[in-house]
């Protein structure tokens, strides 16, 4: 999952691409989703469990 900066323009196949010309091929994502934002508690941290949520339901 990834959130861009503002301005930024990216595709899925070009952080593919740059992942796997730095990382060991296992390390490489195979896909890459692109969200406006992270989802955050009250206090500022990531909720992770949100991210994980679609990923675990079968």
């Known amino acids: 999952m990834v959130v861009l900066k503002p301005g930024a323009k990216s595709t899925e196949k070009e952080l593919i691409d740059f992942t796997r010309e730095r990382l060991a091929h296992y390390k490489c994502p195979k896909s890459v989703e692109f969200l406006s934002e992270l989802p955050k508690t009250a206090t500022g ?10 990923y675990w339901e079968a």
């Open 45 to 54: 941290k990531i909720q992770k469990y949100v991210l994980r949520e679609p």
